[in-house]
């Protein structure tokens, strides 16, 4: 069966240190993957998206990688501030666009 | 601009009552989705349509059913309440099948 699993429930870090969370799948072939931000009480909030052809995807403090040898996504925060701290989920999307697939979030706290 | 506008926020039902959740989005966004999401566990694909009229099943279906009648609306409707329908329900909404737009949610115990 398909499924998608990130490594940590929790991730504790120091403000100003690189944050890296880790998306991993198996039994599945995504065209796109993609990574959200989910603030308590609220909805994901869309981050970035990188095609399965693309291997480094970059937007201000955050940067994404994706290998589909390996099957893996790193999501990486630099320069890390405590408004960071929310729960990030990372979503796979098949190559028919038709439906999103998420794993279980990973929260993130970074602390001053 | 509303983005995707989920009604009601919260709602309490009894075991074997229906109600409808509803979803609107006002960005003219052609792909329509209902998530579920449980305590530690991802989001869950309940239902999603790609077009007025044509609505399909996700991953977890079963109690639910859909509608997608016009463009903006696409609302969700639970027959039958059972206890395992306790969750948080988010509805998005997405131009070309990526990038979602989601909504803010409704909380819905079922007692």
């Known amino acids: 069966s398909q499924k998608i699993e990130q490594n940590s429930e929790a991730l504790n870090i120091q403000e100003g240190k690189t944050a890296t969370l880790t998306c991993n799948y198996t039994n599945y072939s995504p065209a796109y993957l993609q990574w959200y931000r989910q603030d308590p009480g609220r909805g994901p909030v869309f981050l970035l998206l990188?095609?399965?052809?693309?291997k480094e995807k970059r937007k201000e403090r955050l940067k994404v990688t994706f290998d589909t040898t390996l099957k893996q996504s790193l999501f990486h925060i630099t320069a890390s501030q405590p408004a960071d701290s929310a729960t990030y989920l990372c979503a796979l999307v098949g190559s028919n666009n038709n439906d999103m697939r998420f794993g279980a979030g990973t929260r993130l706290t970074v602390k001053p | 601009n509303a983005g995707v506008t989920q009604t009601p926020k919260f709602r309490i039902l009894k075991i074997g009552q229906s109600m409808t959740l509803q979803c609107a989005q006002d960005?003219?966004?052609?792909?329509m989705y209902w998530y579920r999401q449980d305590p530690g566990m991802g989001l869950k694909l309940i239902y999603y349509?790609?077009?007025?009229?044509?609505?399909d099943k996700g991953e977890v279906p079963n109690g639910y059913n859909v509608s997608r009648s016009t463009t903006e609306d696409f609302p969700l409707r639970l027959e039958l309440a059972a206890p395992s329908q306790t969750s948080v329900y988010f509805c998005?909404?997405?131009?070309?099948?990526?990038?979602?737009?989601f909504g803010s949610g409704t909380r819905l115990t079922v007692v």
């Open positions: 960005m003219n966004h052609n792909y």
């Open positions: 998005a909404s997405s131009v070309t099948g990526f990038g979602y737009t």
């Open positions: 349509s790609v077009g007025a009229g044509i609505t």
């Open positions: 990188i095609r399965e052809n693309e």
